[in-house]
């Protein structure tokens, strides 16, 4: 039999590859290729970025452990969910599935407004993009060329999700093979290229970018406005590792497609590390070329400009144009894949025991998907092309709080788990412990302004729109309780 053994519908269709690149894909999107130039440079520099990106990765892995545990034994479509509902009950489940629905829907329209904007790095300044009415939210032009191409792109992964997972893993397998050949020649073409050797990467630790350019500062006396000293160089870390939750969001994306694995659970541990590791490595590679390709960097990050397509390009010429353009393509649209199935699972499940409208939990009976969650996901991500860039960047600063609130309940999940059933080893409940523990230091990191670490904590629109998530989610826990359903073995 192709369907679940508990009769949900959901066919085991995926196998580890297309795991892999469910989670792959949803950890590398357009941030990695973006954000060299926005964030990582200046605020954490070449070493502070790498540095932060590895010990990131290695919270991830070790926060892994814990789903490895979990999966197993309780292999059903709602990851973290589950795993709280069973272990702690309803209000904690609730809180869990609901911010982990803000984690991985706001991805969707946020990655749909990078498609824009490849496009205007790609076109020669041709803005070919840019036709007919258009108005500005928060500072970004939002036009209807961009608008239309965007939704079109949303509706058509949306019904691919729709047609089955089989088709939709199918593409997501490519465009991450995509993305990491990308990445991979990039990588290989900025250490061996004669324009990258005995490039100077100051200031490796970044620098205060607000200040910098305040001053007028330029690549020559940008020195003054590098982070030194011991604290300086904390400051430069941590300010890339607490962002980690957002950047590795998308390993955990695996659990939430339990049901629909046609392979052992066992595998499910390899697959993490792999994900996260290359992750890892497509993050600290692309914000290192960026540097080592480009003498005058920090001019670059000041002008706002795509530092990354300029380092490309002046290692590689065209070629280096198109590699940007297939790697950033494949990302944004392996983040829209990946992101739809996990929320749409996500929603499935939480509808299926009563936590959600029972509406979010229909089955398309020829193809084996949650059909109205997907919809319901196609109609939310529409908001991206019209809200714009920078609104949406509003909403996604949830995403990172809405991980670490997910990697908490798992870990702790983990630790009362084995209480329970009297098994596991010391590993994992080491591993689990310090998971639980970073999660709090995610969340601390992201909520409390930290004097000395910029570009961490949310912005006030932000604080507003966590606050009119959470009001909006005790709305619906008021609507919904009395349908909670009974914990499932």
């Not at 840019?130 to 965007?150: C, M, N, P, Q, R």
Request: aromatic share 12%; charged share 10%.
């Amino acid at each position: 039999m192709e369907n679940n053994k508990n009769g949900t519908g959901l066919k085991r269709s995926l196998s580890p590859m297309s795991v892999w690149a469910l989670a792959f894909g949803c950890v590398i999107g357009w941030g990695s290729f973006i954000n060299p130039g926005k964030k990582f440079l200046p605020n954490s520099g070449v070493a502070g970025t790498a540095i932060a990106m590895v010990l990131g990765a290695l919270v991830m892995v070790i926060i892994a452990f814990s789903y490895a545990y979990m999966v197993p034994k309780f292999p059903k479509a709602g990851g973290e969910f589950t795993f709280t509902k069973n272990c702690f009950g309803k209000i904690p489940a609730f809180i869990c599935g609901w911010f982990l629905v803000s984690a991985y829907l706001t991805n969707v329209p946020m990655n749909s407004t990078a498609i824009g904007l490849i496009v205007d790095g790609l076109d020669g300044g041709a803005d070919i993009l840019k036709f007919g009415w258009h108005y500005s939210i928060a500072g970004f032009d939002v036009w209807l060329g961009e608008t239309l191409f965007a939704s079109a792109i949303l509706i058509l992964f949306g019904v691919l999700n729709i047609l089955g997972v089989k088709k939709a893993a199918f593409i997501q397998t490519v465009l991450a093979v995509l993305l990491v050949g990308s990445a991979l020649t990039l990588c290989i073409s900025g250490l061996v290229s004669a324009k990258a050797q005995g490039i100077n990467m100051a200031p490796i630790w970044g620098f205060d970018k607000a200040a910098a350019m305040a001053a007028n500062a330029t690549t020559s006396n940008i020195d003054a406005f590098a982070h030194k000293g011991t604290s300086g160089v904390l400051s430069a870390i941590l300010a890339t590792f607490a962002i980690a939750p957002w950047a590795f969001v998308g390993f955990d994306t695996i659990p939430q497609a339990a049901e629909e694995f046609k392979f052992p659970f066992k595998k499910v541990m390899g697959i993490m590390v792999l994900a996260i590791g290359f992750g890892c490595f497509v993050y600290i590679s692309n914000n290192t070329v960026s540097a080592a390709a480009l003498t005058n960097w920090p001019d670059r990050v000041m002008a706002g400009e795509w530092v990354l397509l300029v380092a490309a390009e002046e290692l590689l010429g065209t070629f280096g144009k198109v590699l940007i353009g297939v790697g950033v393509s494949s990302a944004v649209l392996s983040g829209i894949m990946g992101f739809y199935l996990a929320s749409s699972r996500l929603m499935f499940s939480m509808a299926r025991d009563g936590y959600l409208p029972a509406w979010f939990s229909k089955i398309n009976e020829k193809h084996s998907t949650p059909v109205n969650a997907m919809i319901f996901c196609i109609i939310i991500s529409l908001s991206g092309p019209i809200l714009g860039r920078e609104a949406l960047g509003w909403f996604v600063d949830m995403s990172a709080i809405g991980a670490s609130i997910g990697f908490f309940f798992t870990s702790a999940s983990t630790l009362v788990t084995m209480k329970k059933d009297k098994d596991g080893t010391k590993l994992i409940k080491t591993t689990a412990t310090i998971g639980a523990i970073f999660s709090i230091l995610f969340m601390i990191l992201q909520l409390i302004p930290i004097p000395g670490i910029q570009g961490v904590h949310f912005g006030k629109e932000s604080y507003i729109m966590l606050v009119i998530w959470i009001v909006i989610g005790v709305l619906f826990y008021l609507s919904q309780s009395k349908n909670f359903k009974a914990n499932r073995d």
